[in-house]
């Protein structure tokens, strides 16, 4: 149960994440009538992954949900997991 919602809540903060970004955005322009649909289309896949596993857990497919939700929250665990080394790692990794 601490696993399902420990990856919903990884989920839900990459959901949160994107949605700022999409707003921002919207502010300065460079979401526009170009590439709306792309950003909708990736804002409805994230709702519905995060409403699909919810559904999942609570119609007792406890082990499809989290591997649903483990689609999207591994990779992003690993990517704030690589910048958070590289931001706190300073320059001694060598990276310019």
């Given at each position: 149960?601490?696993?399902?919602w420990t990856?919903?809540?990884?989920d839900?903060?990459i959901a949160?994440?994107l949605v700022?970004?999409f707003f921002?955005g919207l502010?300065d322009?460079?979401?526009?009538?170009?590439?709306?649909?792309?950003?909708l289309?990736?804002?409805?896949?994230l709702?519905?992954?995060?409403?699909?596993?919810y559904?999942l857990?609570?119609?007792?497919?406890?082990?499809?949900?989290?591997?649903?939700?483990a689609?999207l929250?591994?990779?992003?665990?690993l990517y704030?997991?690589?910048m958070?080394?590289?931001?706190l790692?300073?320059?001694?990794?060598g990276?310019?």
């Amino acid at each position: 149960m601490y696993l399902f919602w420990t990856l919903w809540g990884i989920d839900a903060l990459i959901a949160i994440t994107l949605v700022y970004f999409f707003f921002i955005g919207l502010g300065d322009g460079t979401v526009s009538s170009f590439n709306i649909l792309l950003w909708l289309m990736i804002l409805v896949g994230l709702a519905a992954l995060l409403v699909g596993g919810y559904w999942l857990f609570t119609h007792q497919y406890a082990v499809l949900a989290k591997l649903l939700l483990a689609l999207l929250a591994v990779p992003g665990l690993l990517y704030g997991l690589f910048m958070g080394l590289m931001l706190l790692g300073g320059n001694s990794s060598g990276w310019k």
